[in-house]
């Protein structure tokens, strides 16, 4: 079954550093998703991408945060600088189309700020 | 604010019994329901969706969908110690982001 990419699993790295993940959905799904999972919560939409364009990134802390999906394929998330607050699960998502399809989620990066 | 509503549990239950999830959810428009399955430090794994009021059976899974009442459920028969997981319920209401629940957790004792 084709699964969604997404790389590192793991990052830990010190505050005001430079993060980034990348996320790479299944063939074909048009709606990519990046969420934030913080234990004990579920996940919660940072930024939500239609092909190339961005549909919804109100609750993505813009002033920190940037996504990007160029090329309406892979996806890559920034965080800069890092803030100990960002530490947390940071997952990938991706479905056929953005209209209550099912979504399905890669791995995730577990991020850990020191 | 749409808001999605489960209990944390954790609900325990011996093997083999049947596990009862269930989930409230606050937008009478909402249109479709999932549910997830989290192991612990993973990520979540869709097990089951739900469009219409009534059951929906998957192996051991059913999902029960009642708009009127603005509830789901989810049901596992012949529970199993690897069942032991967070079960996320997860609601989309037109053009708004998928809401996710807190999620409940399952303990199925051997």
């Known amino acids: 079954e084709a699964e969604v990419a997404q790389s590192p699993r793991y990052k830990i790295t010190e505050k005001s550093q430079a993060v980034a993940f990348w996320c790479d959905p299944i063939?074909?799904?048009?709606?990519l998703y990046w969420y934030r999972q913080i234990l004990g919560q579920g996940p919660e939409l940072l930024v939500q991408?239609?092909?190339?364009?961005?549909?919804?990134d109100s609750q993505l802390p813009k002033d920190r945060f940037s996504a990007e999906r160029l090329k309406g394929v892979d996806s890559t998330l920034k965080i800069q600088p890092a803030e100990l607050g960002d530490s947390a699960m940071y997952l990938c998502?991706?479905?056929?189309?953005?209209?209550?399809?099912?979504?399905?989620f890669g791995d995730g990066t577990r991020l850990s700020i020191l | 604010q749409k808001e999605v509503e489960q209990n944390s549990g954790p609900l325990s239950v011996p093997e083999g019994a049947i596990a009862s999830l269930n989930c409230t959810y606050s937008?009478?428009?909402?249109?479709?329901f999932f549910w997830y399955r989290q192991y612990s430090g993973k990520s979540p794994e869709l097990i089951m969706s739900?469009?219409?009021?009534g059951d929906k059976e998957d192996g051991r899974f059913t999902a029960q969908l009642n708009k009127a009442s603005q509830y789901v459920s989810l049901l596992i028969r012949d529970s199993q110690p690897s069942d032991s997981a967070t079960y996320l319920c997860?609601?989309?209401?037109?053009?708004?982001?998928?809401?996710f629940g807190k999620g409940t957790r399952l303990s199925v004792i051997a």
């Open positions: 937008d009478r428009g909402s249109q479709s």
């Open positions: 997860a609601v989309y209401s037109g053009n708004t982001p998928l809401v």
């Open positions: 991408f239609q092909d190339e364009s961005v549909v919804d």
């Open positions: 063939s074909g799904h048009a709606t």
């Open positions: 739900i469009y219409s009021n």
């Open positions: 998502a991706s479905s056929e189309t953005g209209t209550g399809q099912p979504q399905h």
